[in-house]
């Protein structure tokens, strides 16, 4: 857990560094106005805990597919770029 929440505040930084740097604003995403604690739950805890091995595949399989596209259009416009 502790892993998570050091890659989220590191994006977060990296992010907020992207924004300040062209002169953007921050966007500040949800906030406890936008969520109500004291809701119903939509899903039961063992939702949460179970999480079918294909679709975790499918969306892994996705971002990878995408990671190894963007390197190769990169490679190709630097190519034709530089």
């Not at 995403?29 to 063992?46: C, E, P």
């Not at 969306?59 to 259009?73: E, P, R, S």
Request: aromatic share 14%; hydrophobic share 40%; proline share 2%.
């Amino acid at each position: 857990m502790n892993q998570d929440f050091h890659i989220s505040n590191n994006h977060i930084e990296v992010l907020t560094n992207f924004f300040t740097s062209e002169d953007f604003p921050v966007p500040q995403g949800f906030t406890d106005k936008d969520v109500n604690v004291n809701a119903k739950l939509l899903f039961s805890d063992s939702f949460f805990l179970y999480s079918r091995s294909d679709t975790k595949k499918l969306f892994h399989d996705c971002i990878m597919q995408t990671v190894a596209l963007d390197q190769k259009v990169t490679e190709v416009i630097q190519s034709k770029c530089f």
